[in-house]
Each structure stands twice: as C-alpha cells, then as structure tokens.
T-cell receptor
Framework: DAKTTQPTSMDCAEGRAANLPCNHS???????VYWYRQIHSQGPQYIIH???NNETNEMASLIITEDRKSSTLILPHATLRDTAVYYC?????????????FGTGTRLLVSP | NAGVTQTPKFRILKIGQSMTLQCAQD?????MYWYRQDPGMGLKLIYY???????DKGEVPNGYNVSRSTTEDFPLRLELAAPSQTSVYFC????????????FGPGTRLTVL
C-alpha cells in the first residue's frame, strides 16, 4: 500500500487559501487519495477524495498531479474553524476502509 | 439523524476492570469501525464490521472484543483493562460499497489507572 508524506505543520492567514500538500510517490493506479480532518478533540471528518481527476466540493478542492505522485488539498478561504489536523490517506480501490492508515497528518493553524 | 453516537464521553477505569463502550448509528449503515487514538498519534483500527453478525480484526485487536447483533449497534468490550488501553476511542460508520464517506462519532476518552 502506498504511504503518504505530509508536512508536520502549516500556518495560514484567515481569508487566504490554505494549500496542504501530500506526497504519495508510490501510489498505484487503483489507489484513491482521501483527505480527512480532525478538529481538536473531535472525531475525524471526511473532506474529499479522488482517483486522478481534480475534485471539488463545498468544503475543498483536491488537485492531483498528472503522475499522481502528489496532491494538494485547497481550502479556498480559510477560517479560524479550519484549524485542525489534516490527514492525507491512500486507499486501494479493491479493499475496504479497514486498510485506511491515518498517519500524524498536518496541523493547520489559521490565524486572524 | 443523530449520526454516530458514543457513550460514555469519559471514563476512568482501574486496572483489571471491564467495560463496554457503546456505539450506535441511525443511518442504516452496513459498515462500522472502532479506532483508538493515542496522544499525538493517528488512528489505529481495532475491529470492524461489514454487517450484522459479521466482525473482523483490525490492526490492534488484542484486549478488545466486539459484537454486531443489529445494524445500529456496535459495542466494544474491554476485558481486564490495562494502562496501555488509555486512549480516545472513536466509532465510525459507512453506508457500504457505494459509500466513500466515513462518519465518526465524538469519541470516548478512557483512562486506565
């Protein structure tokens, strides 16, 4: 299974776009990229996922490079409530969520 | 919908005591999961279930047991609690093969002294 590498922490000013990178250089063709976040002391929250096309929903955008070796989660207008730990996870399409590996993620701090 | 609910929110156990962490979901989801999260770490899967009557071990099942007699409930049993089981426990559910979003409960913070 592909592993992911994320920066330990990032800062972002309120109202600006937050761009969170993730490296998954060993990803294979049938593996999805998922993003979750965990606000302090709460359960994780699903944000978005994708296979090879860029994806957008009401929370965020996911940009996956053409070679699929890395991706970026974009929060277009970060607010203080977006302060959280963000997890980038790779999941093979032919396995269930029991194979999801939550690493230590990126701690995003959004400041006024 | 209440989503995924967990009880209790907090609990302190003495070494050797037993307890059951309750998890329920009202979304008619087939898949349910139990995770633990140690301080500063990511989540580790304890057990999961793909439907009523079907359970399977995750990455760290030792010291725990589960049952799934109904679609709604997925209790986690700790027998002979140990300090190493001090953690935050999260329950999650997912609709099934067509559902890619996991829904997590608020967690139970357990301390074993």
């Amino acid at each position: 299974d592909a592993k992911t590498t994320q920066p330990t922490s990032m800062d972002c000013a309120e109202g600006r776009a937050a761009n969170l990178p993730c490296n998954h250089s060993t990803i294979s063709g049938n593996e999805y990229v998922y993003w979750y976040r965990q606000i302090h002391s709460q359960g994780p929250q699903y944000i978005i996922h994708g296979l090879k096309n860029n994806e957008t929903n009401e929370m965020a955008s996911l940009i996956i490079t053409e070679d699929r070796k890395s991706s970026t989660l974009i929060l277009p207008h970060a607010t203080l409530r977006d302060t959280a730990v963000y997890y980038c996870i790779v999941r093979p399409a032919n396995t269930g969520f029991q194979k999801l590996v939550f690493g230590t993620g990126t701690r995003l701090l959004v400041s006024p | 919908n209440a989503g995924v609910t967990q009880t209790p929110k907090f609990r302190i156990l003495k070494i050797g005591q037993s307890m059951t962490l309750q998890c329920a979901q009202d979304m008619n989801h087939n898949y349910m999961y139990w995770y633990r999260q140690d301080p500063g770490m990511g989540l580790k899967l304890i057990y999961y279930s793909v439907g009523a009557g079907i359970t399977d071990k995750g990455e760290v099942p030792n010291g725990y047991n589960v049952s799934r007699s109904t679609t709604e409930d997925f209790p986690l049993r700790l027998e002979l609690a140990a300090p190493s089981q001090t953690s935050v426990y999260f329950c999650a559910s997912r609709p099934g093969l067509a559902g890619d979003e996991q829904f997590f409960g608020p967690g139970t913070r357990l301390t074993v002294l």
